[in-house]
């Protein structure tokens, strides 16, 4: 069965750095596009970023580009989210998703998702 968890989040000053790991179960993440989301207090879940199978292309919402950056470990069935520079806007549940076909290039919107995770929380406060 297809499964993803999210680790590493937690409490950080702004200007300080996260790595989130989505570990995968029941496929491999170098076969399907990835993506991250974040839902802020009082908001909609928003599309962070994603990578696309096979090729490690990425997109980036305009907010958080040139400071998040999201890697794939094939080995370990594993997606990283990379966050530096961190601010207080920043502060979220972060979430991973997986897409259920195969070969898709990735997309920052909720509906081509299928798989999700439970979540982790960041927050950035001085």
């Known amino acids: 069965q297809v499964q993803l968890a999210e680790f590493g989040g937690g409490l950080v000053q702004p200007g300080g750095s996260l790595r989130l790991s989505c570990a995968a179960s029941?496929?491999?993440?170098?076969?399907?596009?990835v993506g991250w989301f974040r839902q802020a207090p009082g908001q909609t879940r928003e599309g962070v970023g994603c990578?696309?199978?096979?090729?490690?292309?990425?997109d980036f919402a305009d907010s958080v580009k040139g400071r998040f950056t999201i890697s794939r470990d094939d080995a370990k069935n594993t997606v990283y989210l990379q966050m530096d520079n961190l601010k207080s806007e920043d502060t979220a549940i972060y979430y991973c998703a997986s897409q259920s076909q195969s070969g898709g290039n990735c997309l920052r919107v909720r509906y081509e998702y299928d798989y999700w995770g439970q979540g982790t929380q960041v927050t950035v406060s001085s």
């Open positions: 029941g496929f491999s993440v170098r076969d399907r596009a």
């Open positions: 990578i696309s199978s096979l090729v490690d292309s990425t």
